[in-house]
């Protein structure tokens, strides 16, 4: 399992309605540089808290035996999709606090 933060597209950027709520949830993981940028695999994810919010701390692991786990280290860079609609976007990090990702996030706002 990886430590991860997961930033939900809000409805304008083509995102869900409503953020998953619950402690856990379960979506197709690509991820971003892999040789096989098609390629999805089905992950789950044990939220950290259940605030329901667009910015999530996760703990994330693949269902399959074969999944590349290799690929979530520490820096690696993910897309969420539910079907064929991307929901989600996310990264591999060590332990970070939600209020460091929250303050990262609305920097990247004002830019």
């Known amino acids: 399992m990886v430590r ?3 930033r939900f597209l809000l409805p304008r950027e083509g995102g869900r309605v409503d953020f998953p709520v619950g402690p856990e949830y379960r979506a197709e ?3 971003r540089g892999s040789s096989a940028p098609d390629e999805a695999w089905t992950a789950v994810f044990l939220f950290a ?3 329901g919010g667009s910015l999530r701390q996760a703990v ?3 269902l399959a035996k074969d999944a590349p786990h290799f690929a979530l ?3 690696a860079e993910f897309d969420l999709y539910e079907g064929p609609k991307r929901v989600a976007e996310g990264a591999a990090t060590p332990v970070v ?5 929250r303050r990262e996030y609305e920097a990247r706002l004002r830019a």
């Open 97 to 101: 606090s939600l209020a460091e990702i």
């Open 29 to 31: 993981l690509r991820v």
């Open 4 to 6: 991860c933060w997961i």
């Open 60 to 62: 994330v692991r693949f």
């Open 73 to 75: 280290q520490h820096g």
């Open 49 to 51: 808290s259940g605030d």
